[in-house]
């Protein structure tokens, strides 16, 4: 496959002013005519041929200006469709394809879900329903006349606005007629048909428009729609309060189906949603569901401003559209709920999915220069590091200039399709700073290390702090630069937090350090007492921090920093050390870190005299680094083994420390009354929840009737869910009698038996493999839909110990299923293969079974773009 380059982009030659589709779905034969209005792009070449792309495409017919053109005009394969010399001025063209729905298993283009028919286009999905300039900077008003049997769709819905309805005489069909006045690239084009039912509810936007909201799901399942409703109506006001921001259709759908191969699409007033996050009710979403839900609706709605109306030029340019709305989304989210809970649940997500990401082979910058398949960069780098850009510009900035450059972006960028300079020179004008140094964010792949020390002088009451940066290679990019570092800090008396007074002027005393250098050295004088540096708060820097702090000082830091983000790094910081010493392959199987009994003792304190105040903060400082992260942190000859043992050995110890507090606490946290989602009610859950694990692995007997008590009495999912979780700890018949319980009280519920299918495979059991082959065999299970491959064979393949199993059958059993699937649905294929990322940090026994796997992969015939690029680059 060739590499496209950032480098090589060119405009378009043409640009398609209006689309006109009239489409005729139907199961198996779905035609598709469309009538472009095409015209010279004044930025292009004139005498160039047209090529419209396609994918599987079979022409039926073609006419220009109206006049069916003589075969010798043009070349039709799958792939293009050439016109060898169009008319000079403007004109039309109209294109027949046809179209088989049913056999789509890849789930891009059009295909049928549950018998409902859907889209998604995104990325280059488009051009596999018709020829087209299927390109972001191509950009057109969209009439859909769309066209079905009544039976088997009542439901039709297109983008935009509906303008007209009604039967086909003489027909069992009938049809409906959208209109989308905003110019739109084709990638958000969408459709749906079928027999579905809705919720709705009337919406007035802060500028007096009326719209009607609507959640479409499959029938019967009205009564779980309300949450996404709910969500929607939220973040649109919130929208509107925080970015100014109004919605601007007469109409927004949500509409959730069973096959879809990521988490939702923000297609231009017709959201399609994986039902995983559109479905909750109490008995079958868990209160982390409700939270996805929201966050999700949410940063598909904030697309409309940031993706839609402002488009990306290219797909070098995702970051701009993506990194800005996850930013967008986790802010509502923090407003909605706790934002120091957040900020820490989303640094772990950042930690555990983009940190490794970017220390492995698949690394690549938050704006890649070249790709082969872009489905293959709607990464964690492009998305969660890319919001961290967004939320470092704002603090380097300021919070008003940020706003203003916000708005000054929304101005001069709308109905555009923009690129990362048009969005950065909107934050130069407003903050006056040279962002030139800063942009290298977007260019520079790799996790910087800042390593911190401090010195503190008595007799000149000075304390003085050493700050370095480096950067580690990365593919591609062998040679590092200097990162722009914004480091929020503070520094922690005994009574709180220390005033900051610098010598020189260079760095204000406002908490914030710019490190933009290799190194930097800064003092604060008028320090009284040797104080603790809480650096990096609130994780202002996507960085590993190294800072040599005793444990006593981590745990004095704990109890008195006035950043809540770093009270839990402080923690964290202890358990991680601890981990990394005694996870490391020559420190002996299960070695208790010596620190585990003062870990133990902080937590019980902190439990006993905090827990009820915040119940969420205090779940996220129970819980501890993953192995995955200690594993990241030794960074080469990793033993999965050793790391889970060390892990195992120090949540035991944990636990058993806080023992005797914990069925007081438990009974303390316990929710009143029928089940409510808010965060307050869910954090309470959470701790109780983990309080059971901890419960699980320090004392099986009373954890294990413990569980089975509360999955029995449980009214709610989240409480269900945690009981069988907790079980899995616990080998034993007892065990294996609550994963069939669960199974039974769920049958037909094929979300609930997802996370059942993903419990399981995460078991850090040798017999993992053979209970997921068996499940495999379970009628839950189902290689065709993304939501099951991905609990059962994902979860497994998360599995630290069990995936990297020494004998290498993990390896060899996901990889055998990657070829399996890329067949029939290569973009879900080719995201399991991603699960290989960290394969060179292991040992090297394991390191040369897993290259075996990725080669027997490589070596595959016929692989899709999207397993081959993967291979190619995890092996390179
Ligand atoms: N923009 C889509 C993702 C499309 C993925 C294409 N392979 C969902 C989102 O980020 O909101
Ligand atoms: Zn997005």
New binding site residues.
């Given amino acids: 496959a060739p590499l496209i380059r950032l480098e090589d982009y060119r405009p378009s030659d043409w640009l398609i002013d209006t689309v006109d589709l009239d489409i005729g779905l139907h199961p198996t034969k779905t035609r598709i005519r469309s009538l472009l209005a095409l015209r010279p792009n004044p930025a292009g070449q004139t005498d160039a041929p047209l090529v419209l792309d396609g994918d599987e495409l079979v022409l039926k017919t073609i006419s220009l200006d109206g006049t069916p053109l003589d075969a010798s005009a043009y070349t039709a394969t799958p792939q293009t469709l050439t016109l060898h010399a169009p008319p000079r001025g403007g004109f039309t063209l109209t294109i027949e394809t046809e179209i088989d729905p049913s056999a789509n298993t890849k789930l891009m283009g059009l295909y049928r879900s549950s018998k409902v028919y859907c889209t998604?286009c995104?990325?280059d999905g488009f051009r596999r329903i018709t020829y087209f300039l299927d390109r972001p900077d191509v950009m057109s008003v969209y009439t859909v006349r769309l066209e079905a049997a009544k039976a088997e769709a009542p439901v039709l819905l297109s983008n935009g606005n509906l303008v007209a309805t009604g039967e086909v005489p003489g027909s069992d069909r009938h049809f409906a007629m959208w209109h989308d006045p905003h110019p739109k690239p084709a990638y958000l084009f969408a459709l749906v048909g079928g027999a579905l039912d809705h919720v709705r509810q009337d919406y007035v936007t802060a500028d007096g428009h009326k719209v009607e909201l609507a959640v479409y799901v499959e029938p019967g399942k009205a009564g779980r729609a309300g949450w996404a409703l709910d969500s929607l109506v939220r973040c649109m006001r919130w929208d509107e309060q925080v970015f100014g921001r109004n919605y601007d259709l007469d109409v927004f759908n949500v509409v959730a189906v069973s096959d879809f191969?990521?988490?939702?699409?923000?297609n231009k007033g017709l959201n399609i949603f994986n039902d995983k996050y559109v479905l909750a009710d109490p008995q079958t979403a868990t209160d982390g569901d409700y939270a996805s839900i929201e966050a999700i609706i949410a940063?598909?709605y904030f697309?409309n401003w940031t993706?839609n109306r402002i488009t990306c030029r290219d797909w070098f340019q995702l970051c701009l559209?993506?990194g800005l709305?996850v930013f967008r989304d986790q802010e509502f989210s923090s407003d909605e709920r706790s934002r120091p809970v957040k900020r820490i649940a989303d640094v772990r997500t950042l930690r555990s999915t983009q940190f490794s990401e970017d220390a492995g082979p698949l690394a690549h910058p938050v704006r890649p220069r070249a790709y082969k398949e872009i489905?293959n960069f709607?990464t964690p780098t492009v998305?969660e590091k890319g919001a961290e850009v967004i939320r470092m510009l704002k603090v380097l900035i300021g919070d008003d200039a940020f706003k203003r450059g916000m708005d000054l972006y929304f101005e001069r960028c709308d109905g555009t399709a923009a690129t990362i300079e048009e969005f950065l020179a909107c934050f130069a004008e407003t903050s006056g700073q040279n962002l030139s140094h800063f942009a290298r964010w977007y260019e520079q792949a790799g996790t910087p290390t800042i390593v911190a020390s401090g010195r503190y002088d008595a007799a000149a009451r000075r304390y003085t702090l050493e700050l370095a940066q480096s950067t580690p290679p990365t593919p591609g990019q062998s040679e590092k630069q200097p990162m722009v570092l914004p480091i929020k800090l503070g520094l922690v008396g005994s009574q709180g937090d220390l005033p900051l007074k610098t010598q020189s002027n260079a760095y204000a005393g406002d908490g914030l350090v710019i490190l933009d250098g290799p190194s930097l050295s800064i003092s604060f004088d008028g320090i009284a007492e040797p104080p603790i540096p809480s650096l990096l708060r609130g994780f202002s820097a996507p960085a590993r921090l190294e800072l040599d702090l005793a444990d006593a000082d981590l745990i004095r830091q704990f109890s008195a920093d006035s950043d809540s983000f770093n009270r839990w790094q402080a923690l964290q910081s202890i358990a991680t050390r601890a981990l990394v010493t005694a996870g490391r392959p020559d420190s002996g199987p299960g070695t208790l870190p010596a620190t585990a009994a003062e870990l133990g003792r902080a937590l019980d304190g902190f439990l006993q005299a905090d827990a009820l105040a915040d119940p969420a903060f205090a779940a996220q400082v129970l819980r501890l680094p993953a192995p995955a992260d200690i594993a990241r942190e030794i960074g080469r000859d990793v033993d999965p083994d050793a790391i889970f043992a060390a892990h195992r050995a120090l949540s035991t110890a944990i636990g058993t420390a806080l023992l005797p507090r914990l069925p007081g606490l438990r009974q303390a946290l316990e929710t009143k009354g029928p089940y409510r989602a808010d965060a307050a009610s869910a954090g309470r859950r959470a701790l109780r929840n983990e309080l059971l694990g901890l419960t699980a692995l320090a004392a099986p007997e009373d954890g294990a009737a413990l569980c089975e008590q509360q999955f029995e009495t449980g009214d709610n999912l989240t409480d269900r869910l945690a009981a069988m979780a907790a079980m899995t700890l616990i080998p034993g018949e007892r065990r294996e009698q609550l994963i069939a319980r669960f199974a039974a009280a769920y049958a037909g519920e094929p979300l609930v038996l997802d996370k059942w299918l993903m419990a399981q495979a995460l078991i850090a059991e040798p017999e993992t493999l053979e209970r997921v082959k068996r499940l495999m065999q379970h009628p839950a299970f189902s290689l065709g839909n993304p939501n099951r491959v991905r609990a059962l064979i994902g979860g497994f393949a998360a599995n630290l110990t069990q995936f990297n199993r020494a004998d290498g059958e993990g390896y060899g059993f996901v990889a055998d299923i990657v070829v399996a699937l890329d067949r029939t649905n290569p973009?879900v294929a080719s995201r399991l293969l991603g699960s290989f990322k960290s394969w060179r940090m292991l040992e090297p026994g394991r390191r040369r079974l897993a290259r075996e796997a990725l080669g027997m992969v490589a070596r595959t015939q016929n692989l899709s773009r999207d397993v081959s690029d993967i291979a190619e680059r995890a092996l390179a």
């Avoid at 191969?261 to 923000?266: F, K, S």
């Fill in positions: 998604q995104e990325a191969n990521m988490g939702a699409m923000e940063h598909e697309h993706g559209k993506e709305t489905n709607y998305y973009q």
